[in-house]
Protein backbone atom coordinates (compact mmCIF):
# COMPACT_ATOMS: atom_id res chain seq x y z
CA UNK A 1 0.00 0.00 0.00
CA UNK A 2 1.23 3.30 -1.31
CA UNK A 3 0.85 6.51 0.78
CA UNK A 4 1.23 10.19 -0.21
CA UNK A 5 2.94 12.43 2.22
CA UNK A 6 2.59 15.65 0.63
CA UNK A 7 3.43 16.94 -3.20
CA UNK A 8 6.51 14.95 -3.74
CA UNK A 9 6.85 12.15 -1.51
CA UNK A 10 5.54 8.63 -1.74
CA UNK A 11 6.49 5.84 0.35
CA UNK A 12 6.14 2.43 0.00
CA UNK A 13 6.74 -1.16 0.78
CA UNK A 14 7.07 -3.30 4.05
CA UNK A 15 8.74 -0.63 6.66
CA UNK A 16 6.40 1.70 5.55
CA UNK A 17 3.14 0.11 5.76
CA UNK A 18 3.85 -1.09 9.42
CA UNK A 19 6.44 2.07 10.44
CA UNK A 20 5.35 2.71 13.67
CA UNK A 21 6.16 -1.03 14.83
CA UNK A 22 9.37 -1.19 12.85
CA UNK A 23 10.66 2.19 13.93
CA UNK A 24 10.27 2.11 17.36
CA UNK A 25 11.83 -0.95 17.34
CA UNK A 26 14.81 0.10 16.13
CA UNK A 27 14.66 3.16 18.24
CA UNK A 28 14.11 1.23 21.45
CA UNK A 29 17.14 -1.03 20.59
CA UNK A 30 19.07 1.53 19.65
CA UNK A 31 18.43 3.34 23.35
CA UNK A 32 19.01 0.01 24.78
CA UNK A 33 22.17 0.09 23.72
CA UNK A 34 22.81 3.35 24.27
CA UNK A 35 21.82 2.77 27.67
CA UNK A 36 24.85 0.32 28.30
CA UNK A 37 27.28 2.46 26.77
CA UNK A 38 26.08 5.25 29.22
CA UNK A 39 25.74 2.65 32.35
CA UNK A 40 29.47 1.51 31.10
CA UNK A 41 30.59 5.38 31.27
CA UNK A 42 28.92 6.13 35.01
CA UNK A 43 30.71 2.79 36.07
CA UNK A 44 34.22 3.64 34.31
CA UNK A 45 34.01 6.98 36.93
CA UNK A 46 33.91 5.51 39.94
CA UNK A 47 36.62 4.20 40.75
CA UNK A 48 39.23 4.37 44.34
CA UNK A 49 38.70 7.57 45.74
CA UNK A 50 36.15 8.56 43.05
CA UNK A 51 32.79 7.28 44.67
CA UNK A 52 34.46 3.54 45.00
CA UNK A 53 34.90 2.39 48.09
CA UNK A 54 32.83 -0.58 48.33
CA UNK A 55 31.56 -1.68 44.89
CA UNK A 56 28.07 -1.65 45.70
CA UNK A 57 26.75 1.57 44.02
CA UNK A 58 28.81 0.50 40.74
CA UNK A 59 27.37 -2.85 40.86
CA UNK A 60 23.96 -1.07 41.21
CA UNK A 61 24.25 1.23 38.12
CA UNK A 62 22.50 0.05 35.77
CA UNK A 63 19.72 0.97 32.52
CA UNK A 64 16.65 -0.39 31.00
CA UNK A 65 13.34 0.45 29.07
CA UNK A 66 11.22 2.60 30.81
CA UNK A 67 8.32 2.76 28.59
CA UNK A 68 8.25 3.50 24.61
CA UNK A 69 11.27 5.63 23.45
CA UNK A 70 12.70 5.92 27.22
CA UNK A 71 15.60 4.40 28.34
CA UNK A 72 16.58 5.17 32.23
CA UNK A 73 20.46 4.64 33.59
CA UNK A 74 20.22 4.78 37.21
CA UNK A 75 21.41 3.53 40.60
CA UNK A 76 19.41 0.46 41.12
CA UNK A 77 16.09 1.43 40.79
CA UNK A 78 14.70 -0.33 37.28
CA UNK A 79 16.57 -3.55 38.28
CA UNK A 80 16.51 -3.65 42.51
CA UNK A 81 13.33 -1.54 43.43
CA UNK A 82 15.12 1.47 44.42
CA UNK A 83 18.31 3.43 44.33
CA UNK A 84 20.78 3.14 46.84
CA UNK A 85 20.75 5.42 49.69
CA UNK A 86 23.85 7.34 49.29
CA UNK A 87 23.90 7.42 45.33
CA UNK A 88 21.66 10.86 45.71
CA UNK A 89 25.02 11.89 47.52
CA UNK A 90 27.69 10.70 45.69
CA UNK A 91 26.17 12.28 42.51
CA UNK A 92 25.92 15.45 44.19
CA UNK A 93 21.74 16.14 43.87
CA UNK A 94 21.27 15.05 48.01
CA UNK A 95 20.48 17.66 50.38
CA UNK A 96 23.46 16.97 52.33
CA UNK A 97 25.29 18.01 49.27
CA UNK A 98 24.39 21.54 50.38
CA UNK A 99 25.16 21.38 53.91
CA UNK A 100 28.32 19.60 53.61
CA UNK A 101 31.60 20.59 51.44
CA UNK A 102 31.64 17.08 49.30
CA UNK A 103 29.32 18.58 46.29
CA UNK A 104 29.25 14.99 44.46
CA UNK A 105 31.01 13.41 41.48
CA UNK A 106 28.21 14.05 38.77
CA UNK A 107 28.92 10.65 37.48
CA UNK A 108 25.60 10.40 36.10
CA UNK A 109 25.04 14.50 34.64
CA UNK A 110 28.43 13.97 33.46
CA UNK A 111 27.23 10.96 31.24
CA UNK A 112 23.81 12.19 30.35
CA UNK A 113 25.87 15.61 28.81
CA UNK A 114 28.50 13.23 26.90
CA UNK A 115 25.01 10.87 25.46
CA UNK A 116 23.60 14.51 24.28
CA UNK A 117 26.74 15.39 22.38
CA UNK A 118 25.76 12.25 20.01
CA UNK A 119 29.41 10.99 19.76
CA UNK A 120 30.41 8.68 16.85
CA UNK A 121 29.67 5.17 19.43
CA UNK A 122 25.93 6.85 19.34
CA UNK A 123 25.39 7.32 16.15
CA UNK A 124 26.86 4.45 14.78
CA UNK A 125 23.98 2.47 17.38
CA UNK A 126 21.37 4.17 16.07
CA UNK A 127 22.73 3.58 12.38
CA UNK A 128 23.08 0.15 12.94
CA UNK A 129 19.21 -0.43 14.06
CA UNK A 130 17.50 2.12 11.82
CA UNK A 131 19.45 0.05 8.61
CA UNK A 132 18.31 -3.33 9.90
CA UNK A 133 14.73 -2.19 10.43
CA UNK A 134 15.06 -1.28 6.94
CA UNK A 135 16.50 -4.02 5.37
Keep these: MAQN ?21 ALNDSLLDIGALGSDDVKRQLTKGHGFKTGVLKGRVGFGLVKNL ?18 AWVEGVSSLNKRSRFKGYFMFKKTAN ?13 KHHIEKALN
Excluded: C, S, W
Excluded at 5 to 25: I, M, P, S, W
Design 114 to 126: YLKKQPKEVEAIM
Design 70 to 87: HVQIDAGALNFGRNIIYA
Design 5 to 25: YGENVTVQGNFFDHRNVKFAK
